[in-house]
């Protein structure tokens, strides 16, 4: 079975661009998360899809958005980038929203910003 | 304002025996816990969960402990083997949610 599906594996973007990250979940699974991992704030819930519809959101600016497509399929988006963004970005996915089932993950994108 | 908690970053043990790894929390509305296992340059590995109805799950080498009034969860790995090195995170959601929240996780390693 296919595990949960991230591209780019790396990108490297500079200050004030904007990038588009994807995420394929695994067959079946229809609730989407993301993270980012950095190393000084450790993993953090950056917000949740299922249904196409955004459940969750973290505590980051509205910089951060996403997407889910009717196929459960997600893309996380990021405008003006700062230097601050660069961290690995994971990418989860579970059978249903709602809690009680694991998430499973992505092997990540890693940005890169110069 | 850390919710969940891994006191110790690293850990150090002798192959065949006990790991016990500690995590401790201070949201008393986390109802669901997990057990994360992360190599370098991959995404977390799921390895076990509990629900805040039970004080233990096990599953293979693998069992989680829950204490609730103590808001501490541990989880061991008997017998610890070579290939279990890697970073462990504890993490918990409340209610209904599926937003996660991490521990900042704990290195172990596992000496032959």
């Known amino acids: ?114 | 304002d850390q919710q969940v908690k891994q006191n110790s970053p690293s850990l150090s043990v002798q192959e065949g025996r006990i790991s016990i790894l500690n995590c401790d929390y201070t949201n008393s509305m986390f109802d669901y816990f997990l057990w994360y296992k992360k190599y370098p340059a991959e995404g977390p590995t799921f390895l076990i969960s509990i629900s805040s109805i039970k004080d233990k799950n096990e599953d293979g080498r693998f069992t989680v402990f829950l204490n609730k009034s103590a808001k501490h969860l541990s989880l061991h790995i008997v017998p610890s083997q070579p290939g279990d090195s890697a970073v462990y995170f504890c993490a918990a959601s409340e209610g209904g949610s599926e937003k996660l929240v991490f521990g900042k996780g704990t290195k172990l390693t596992v000496n032959p």
């Open chain 1, 1 to 114: 079975k296919a595990g949960v599906t991230q591209t780019p594996r790396y990108l490297i973007k500079t200050r004030g661009q904007q990038v588009t990250l994807s995420c394929s979940p695994i067959s079946g699974h229809r609730s989407v998360s993301w993270y980012q991992q950095t190393p000084g704030q450790g993993l953090q819930f950056l917000f949740e899809y299922f249904s196409e519809t955004q459940r969750n959101k973290g505590n980051f600016p509205g910089r951060f958005s996403g997407r889910q497509f009717s196929n459960s399929r997600s893309e996380m988006n990021v405008s003006t980038l700062e230097l601050g963004d660069s961290a690995l970005y994971l990418c989860a996915s579970s059978l249903e929203a709602g809690g009680g089932s694991p998430q499973h993950f992505g092997d990540g994108t890693r940005l890169s910003i110069l």
